[in-house]
């Protein structure tokens, strides 16, 4: 079968052998698959993420010197199973399911592994317990977000929203948009978000957000306390301690750009006793002044994935239309398509999420 495989630092298309599904798998046709920004960054830090797997024990860090194939935002088609199966779900159903394997060792990781195919390539491996069938009619193109829209309510989850919070949601690509949708679905307003690109602070809005701020032109900071200024009220029923404070809401920012400079930027910018909830993934070697922290008395939440039962409520989420799929597929592309989409997501004004179709 073909794939688009990860090998000696780029993006290539080969053959490679069909997999056959163990005891307690089922073989799947892989009809949607989405480009993850993980996988921009893996093709350009894998060492990284090898390096920093000696730290999560259980996590087996890829061979760089092997092929993988990336992968792990994608809808599948049940076509086969293995031995010790039930068989629940009829030969033809649409599925989602975690990028992971249920083994005797423990699970294992899907889209970063050498042993287990991602989505990038005509047929992979699920584990049959962690099937979910794509309810209501649900496209496989828009079935294949269930996985960074659970990243956003995951990272909201996370944040233990108090009531009374204003959101600033920094970087609006795909996980900074999931983040608005689920901070929307909380009620939470007004959510401010900021982002470069004119596209994505459109894109912005259509998730959810209130005010978009382009940070070229407008201070997010400065943006965000216009709109968590106390009222009257507010400010009386204060502590007599706390009327030397600025009279502002609590502030949640969501860090979800992940690139070095970013989290000491937040810090700067954040008022005292902001929570900052980092969603975006950081590759690099980053620094930070703790000072800035301990003077402001920063609280900082690292996220990272979801749960199942966050991934299940993401798949309903869409085949609801409690949130909008198609306006985040800006681009679909086969297999041989793979590597030149890589290049096309550096520009946001061309692409927020492409879907590799590996059958197109």
């Known amino acids: 079968m073909r794939a688009a495989i ?10 490679i052998a069909e997999p056959k599904p163990g005891a307690g798998q089922v073989l799947v046709k892989t009809l949607a698959c989405g480009i993850c920004g993980s996988d921009l960054h893996a093709r350009k830090h894998a060492h990284r ?28 088609e049940v076509v ?36 287990n195919i991602g989505g990038y ?14 309810p209501n009619g649900l496209s496989p193109e828009h079935a294949a977000l269930t996985e960074p829209l659970a990243v956003g309510v995951h ?36 959510i ?6 004119p596209t994505r602070r459109r894109l912005a809005e259509k998730m959810g957000a209130d005010v978009v701020v382009d940070p070229a032109t407008t201070q997010p900071y400065a943006t965000w306390a216009e709109h968590a200024a106390m009222s009257e009220a507010e400010k009386a029923a204060r502590p007599p301690f706390q009327a030397h404070l600025a009279a502002l809401k609590p502030a949640l920012i969501f860090e979800c ?37 301990i003077i402001k008395e920063l609280s900082v939440q690292y996220v990272l994935g979801y749960t199942p039962e966050e991934f299940s409520a993401s798949l309903r989420l869409l085949a609801e239309g409690q949130v ?11 297999i041989d398509g793979v590597a030149q989409a890589f290049d096309d997501l550096a520009n946001p004004e061309a692409h927020t999420k492409i879907i590799v179709e590996p059958w197109r």
């Open 80 to 115: 086969d199973y293995g031995p010790a199966t039930q068989r629940r779900l009829k030969v033809g159903t649409h599925v989602c399911s975690l990028p992971a394997l249920i083994t005797p060792t423990g699970p294992q990781g899907i889209g970063y592994s050498n042993d």
């Open 121 to 134: 390539a005509e047929a992979m491996l699920l584990s049959e317990p962690l099937l979910l069938e794509v």
């Open 192 to 197: 401010i978000a900021a982002d470069y690109s």
């Open 155 to 190: 990272a909201v989850a996370k944040a233990n929203i108090r009531g009374g919070e204003v959101p600033l949601v920094i970087g609006c690509g795909p996980v900074g948009l999931a983040v608005i949708a689920a901070l929307r679905l909380k009620g939470l307003h007004p």
């Open 257 to 293: 750009v992940g690139v070095p400079g970013l989290l000491q930027q937040v810090f700067e910018g954040a008022p005292r006793d902001a929570r900052i909830v980092v969603v975006g993934v950081c590759m690099e070697t980053d620094t930070s002044e703790p000072m800035l922290g």
């Open 49 to 76: 993420m090898v390096a920093m797997a000696r730290y999560s024990p259980g996590r087996k860090p890829m061979d760089l010197k092997r092929d993988v194939v990336f992968g792990h935002e994608f809808c599948c």
């Open 6 to 15: 990860f090998r000696n630092g780029a993006i290539v298309v080969d053959h």
């Open 324 to 334: 909008d799929g198609a306006a985040l597929v800006t681009g679909r592309v086969g």
